[in-house]
């Protein structure tokens, strides 16, 4: 455990890269179920209700995975798709963990209506690193430089937040 652990560190700190993953569908079906698990308790840690939480998070992972597929196949590297999901869900898993303490304290903050521009800053410091890693990732798996990995996990984060916004508010 803590060799796979070490690893998906690694990838964080861009020691190591997708390439480093394990192409394993059992490590890919466990980590998955971990990144949803801890994606629906952060969600529910902001007040959601689990039906919504369990349905945001696999809107969140249909849309985003499916991009990341269309884009690795597009550019001819289909086949590196299982370890590049593998290492995204490793890491968001990690982030996730280290994110959640920080959006229940924002969230606290919300609802008081008095967010502690720390918890704020905390907050924005982690997306920043979340957007880092995946784009990170994505440029070794698709063997193009850093900034073109940056700006396809903004592009995916944009239609990711707009189609759930479209389809998961309430009317």
Do not use: C, K
């Not at 192409?23 to 801890?38: D, I, M, N, P």
């Not at 990170?136 to 850093?146: D, I, K, P, Q, T």
């Amino acid at each position: 455990m803590w060799p796979l652990l070490q690893l998906f560190i690694d990838i964080a700190f861009h020691r190591r890269g997708p390439e480093d993953v394990p192409s394993a569908g059992l490590l890919l079906g466990l980590v998955l179920v971990t990144a949803t698990a801890v994606q629906v308790i952060s969600l529910m840690a902001l007040g959601n209700l689990f039906p919504r939480a369990a349905a945001e998070t696999a809107m969140h992972l249909a849309l985003t995975f499916g991009a990341y597929a269309l884009v690795l196949r597009w550019r001819g590297h289909g086949a590196r798709f299982r370890q590049t999901a593998t290492a995204l869900l490793g890491t968001a898993t990690l982030l996730g963990l280290v994110m959640l303490p920080v959006v229940t304290w924002l969230d606290a903050g919300i609802r008081a209506e008095a967010v502690p521009p720390l918890a704020l800053l905390a907050f924005f410091a982690l997306m920043v690193w979340s957007i880092d890693i995946t784009g990170f990732v994505l440029s070794r798996a698709l063997g193009a430089h850093y900034a073109v990995g940056v700006l396809l996990a903004l592009a995916v984060i944009i239609l990711d937040t707009s189609v759930r916004r479209q389809w998961l508010l309430p009317a």
